[in-house]
């Protein structure tokens, strides 16, 4: 139980690697506050989750909205009495269109969902976890493509590098008050938004794995735990570490 008693917010938790990690952090003991536009999803993942005799609140909302992801620490709070870690996971991607020929609209939606959705919940936790003796640690999904980058997906790592600046500027403005700040470089991911980029964009499926040394996809279940592990104390000198969970695919 490698986070009993604490509370956890996770967004982008309607599937994914998000519905995962909920599963798996409620799993170590924590308290889940659901976070997604999805209201139906969240509430059933929030019944499983009380089914297994896990505790979890469904907190439906959009990350690019601040007054929605307050309206999400605020529940934390008032639900669980604390908001011990955070997992900001929410994220968008698109692919298919080169640089030149991607509209305004692409470029603004993976920009305020990927870096604007990140902002938003770092200046909503972080408050409250300073006013916590016992700090806090917040993990972000970043990408592969914060490291690298891949053709005719120009937004998205710009976009995914910004969660990997924003990540260490964090750590270390923060990291002397009991704050932990890491992010996850998710490597391709077996989820709904891998499904749809494949479906735009076919050859996407064998580039992902012949980049990956173990020549597969992940399982969203793998990257999870990953983030419990960042969430843990098992991580007290982790910070502003942005972490490959990626099958290799960083280290060729």
């Known amino acids: ?3 009993k008693d604490r509370t956890v917010m996770v967004t982008g938790a309607s599937s994914g690697i998000g519905a995962a990690a909920a599963r798996l952090l409620a799993a170590e003991g924590a308290a889940v506050v659901l976070v997604a536009r999805r209201a139906e999803r969240l509430a059933e993942l929030a019944a499983a989750i009380t089914a297994r005799g896990g505790r979890a609140a469904a907190a439906p909302g959009d990350v690019r909205s601040a007054a929605d992801v307050e309206r999400a620490v605020g529940l934390a709070v008032e639900r669980f009495g604390s908001l011990d870690a955070a997992f900001n ?4 991607g698109a692919a298919g269109s080169a640089l030149h020929e991607m509209d305004d609209a692409d470029y ?8 604007r ?3 938003n919940c770092l200046r909503a936790q972080i408050p409250v976890m300073l006013g916590q003796s016992t700090g806090g ?15 005719v997906v120009a937004p998205y790592v710009a976009a995914k590098h910004a969660v990997a600046g924003l990540t260490k500027a964090a750590a270390a403005e923060y990291g002397d008050r009991g704050i932990r700040v890491n992010a996850v470089m998710v490597g391709a991911t077996r989820t709904e938004l891998m499904d749809a980029a494949i479906e735009q964009m ?3 499926e064998t580039l992902a794995v012949q980049r ?3 020549r597969r996809f992940a399982a969203p279940e793998e990257i999870a735990r990953a983030v419990v592990w960042l969430c843990s104390d098992h991580a007290s000198f982790v910070t502003g570490a942005c972490v490959p969970v990626d099958g290799g695919c960083s280290a060729v």
């Open 202 to 204: 076919p050859a996407l």
């Open 89 to 92: 996971n929410a994220g968008w």
């Open 117 to 119: 959705g990140v902002w």
């Open 212 to 214: 990956a040394v173990q």
């Open 108 to 115: 603004d939606r993976i920009m305020d969902v990927n870096v």
């Open 1 to 3: 139980m490698l986070l």
């Open 137 to 151: 640690a917040i993990v972000n999904t970043s990408s592969t493509a914060g490291s690298f980058a891949t053709g």
